[in-house]
């Protein structure tokens, strides 16, 4: 059973920045798939990002592209969201999620995930 907290979460001015952390305990971190994503008020769970177990691989949602980077550190058991250029679109409340590295499925789909941590708020004001 994996455990994910996630932190960094806050208030920021459009146009800035936040870096989000999700560490995970319980198991062997780099044995899973890392995924980023977000939820708004009133909207579904949204796909932003995700990462291979070793890092070489990241797949980015069109809105976030340019502007989010992913990494991992799995001497760290941590996940890391890097978040530039922030605009009010994307104040939500972000999730980090874990999958199995074996469990091919498509990595957009916040519903093929087994481990999800409790959210932080990102709120982007103008």
């Known amino acids: 059973q994996v455990q994910l907290v996630e932190s960094g979460g806050g208030l920021v001015q459009a146009g800035g920045s936040l870096r989000l952390s999700c560490a995970a305990s319980?198991?062997?971190?780099?044995?899973?798939?890392m995924g980023w994503f977000r939820q708004a008020p009133g909207k579904e769970r949204e796909f932003v990002t995700t990462?291979?177990?070793?890092?070489?691989?990241?797949d980015y949602a069109d809105s976030v592209k340019g502007r989010f980077t992913i990494s991992r550190d799995n001497a760290k058991n941590t996940v890391y969201l890097q978040m530039n250029s922030l605009t009010r679109e994307d104040t939500a409340v972000y999730y980090c999620?874990?999958?199995?590295?074996?469990?091919?499925?498509?990595?957009?789909?916040?519903?093929?995930?087994?481990?999800w941590g409790q959210g932080t708020q990102v709120t982007v004001s103008s």
């Open positions: 999620a874990a999958v199995s590295f074996r469990k091919i499925f498509d990595y957009s789909n916040p519903g093929g995930y087994d481990y």
């Open positions: 319980g198991g062997t971190f780099s044995n899973y798939r």
């Open positions: 990462i291979s177990w070793s890092g070489g691989r990241t």
